[in-house]
C-alpha cells in the first residue's frame, strides 16, 4: 500500500514547492495518493476570485482521496469558491483550508495515516 501513499511536501518558499521524488520542484502542486503533479490553472481557469474551482479538485476525488488540503496562499490571498466547498461536502471529503505553510504542515501531518490530497499554491 506504500505506493499509494501521498508524496511528502520537502519544503515551500515562495515560488517553488519541492516534493520528495520529483527533481524540479512545483510551482503549484496537485499531490493526491501515489503522486504528484504540476497544478496549472489554467486547465481549469482558475483565478484568486472566486478562486479553487470544483474542476481543481474533481481529479483529487477521482484519485480517491478521502481528506483534502485547500493552501490560499502564504497571504490568504487564494480564495475557495463555495460550489467547491459544497462539491467536497457532497463527496463526504473531509476538508482543511490554510496559509500555505500551515497548509503543508498538515498535509504532510496526515500523508502518513490518510488517502490525502492536497492543492498547494506558493506565492500571494
Not at 527533481?23 to 503533479?37: I, S, T, W, Y
Not at 497571504?75 to 473531509?94: I, K, M
Request: aromatic share 6%.
Amino acid at each position: 500500500m506504500e505506493e499509494m501513499r501521498s508524496p511528502l511536501i520537502k519544503d515551500i518558499s515562495w515560488g517553488q514547492v519541492q516534493v520528495e521524488g520529483y527533481g524540479a520542484p512545483f510551482r503549484d502542486v496537485k499531490l493526491f495518493p501515489g503522486g504528484a503533479r504540476e497544478w496549472d490553472w489554467t486547465e481549469t481557469g482558475t483565478h484568486h476570485t472566486p478562486g479553487i474551482l470544483p474542476a481543481d479538485v474533481e481529479e483529487l476525488i477521482e484519485r480517491g482521496a478521502v481528506v483534502i488540503v485547500l493552501s490560499t496562499g502564504f497571504h490568504g490571498r487564494l480564495a475557495v469558491c463555495s460550489e467547491t466547498l459544497q462539491l467536497l461536502e457532497d463527496a463526504l471529503v473531509t476538508t482543511h483550508v490554510a496559509n500555505s505553510e500551515e497548509a503543508v504542515q498538515l498535509y504532510n501531518k496526515l500523508r502518513v495515516r490518510e488517502a490525502v490530497a492536497a492543492l498547494i499554491h506558493s506565492t500571494c
